[in-house]
């Protein structure tokens, strides 16, 4: 009989990649502190009609590549693809914008779509999320996109390109929309039958393809900055103009749409030279539809989403660091089966002092255990001598000096020289 492996588009981040991942998040946790965000954890699984309306029946999300089932009481459920819809039905649910007031939350975790593997993407996947929620002003955008390039910037990510567009509102958008349809109805031939069932359905995710053909074709699609309602273009113009002031540099993208459709006004997005064709990093934008869409009141939001897959892989071809692999300080040696007691003692004093220390459980031998020591930086060796002297011998690993104090004061003497 074989032996199981995780499902195709799954992996296991193992203890050689899980310390870079916990470096990310915390660079993350203490930049979003900074920023007066606060954390909030949400379920794995929503009811599937939370991403049907919030996220948009007509995208590929939704249509293609959600992992939804019944649950034992009939009810639909979908493994959650993204964590925007999530956090604002959290909002609603538990009046966090009540009253006119504001949330600036973020999270991590797990999210879930039935994909095509490739290089940086998986079908279960990570990403860091952060909301800001009851805030319709152009500064917000501003904040929440500083807030992902200033994350980059701590965690040392080198050769990024900030990508900005306005996708229009409720008033503004089906101008542009129709726009679209007469422009693409004219290239039809030149579209992939993808974007030609998309054309009177949501002609602007057309615009986003990846296909060589549809993007040759997209380059002369009409400029929605020509379609902006009055309010849509000096939003935009100041979102703009708020980046300038901070010093940022950033392109325009007429063809940026993401991939939800609950955006309106700004979206953007984080790009790397690094990735190839699947370059983004980090996206996000504005979205005050949403709470509307999934039953709330009306809740203007904007926020971003970033890939801990992909920042790591970024982080790793240009070399960043990540800081310390986490490692024991001190490997407690029993020199013979009588002092193990007395070794795993010593041991836990050290963990409850809060330095990390190892010992044997399973019996081996004197040279098996040194052997296991080699990555600490200190050998604690008791045998049936130091047991009669109540004392232990400290062995300095590094350059091999070792000297033999009282065991009450091991803990002091480690503490010292860490």
Known sequence: MPAIIAPRGTRDILPAESWKWSYIINTASKTMTDFGFREI???????????????????????????TFNDRGGRSITLRPEATAGVMRAAIENNLCAQGASAKLWNWGPMFRHERPQKGRYRQFYQIDAECLGISGAMADVEVIALSIEIFRRLGLKNLEVVINSVG???????????????????????????????????????DCKKESCGRVSDGAPDIFDSLCDECREHFAEVRSGLERLGFTYTLNKRLVRGLDYYTKTAYEILSGDLGAQNAVAGGGRYDNLASAIGGAKIPGVGFACGLDRVALVMEEQGCSFGEMPAVTVYCVALDNESRGAVQVLTHKFRTEGISAECDTSGRGFKAQMKSAGSCKFACIIG?????NNSVAVKNLSDGSQISIPVDEAVTYIKERM
Do not use: W
């Open 41 to 67: 954890h949400l379920p794995v699984f929503e009811h599937t009609e939370l991403f049907a309306r919030g996220v948009g029946e007509t995208t590929d999300i939704v249509e293609k590549e959600m992992y």
């Open 169 to 207: 509102c409720e008033k503004c958008r089906p101008v542009y929309r129709q726009k679209l349809v007469d422009y693409f109805s004219a290239h039809l031939g030149e579209l992939c039958e993808t974007c030609k069932d998309r054309l009177n359905r949501n002609p602007l995710r057309i615009l």
């Open 384 to 388: 049936a001598d130091e047991r009669a």
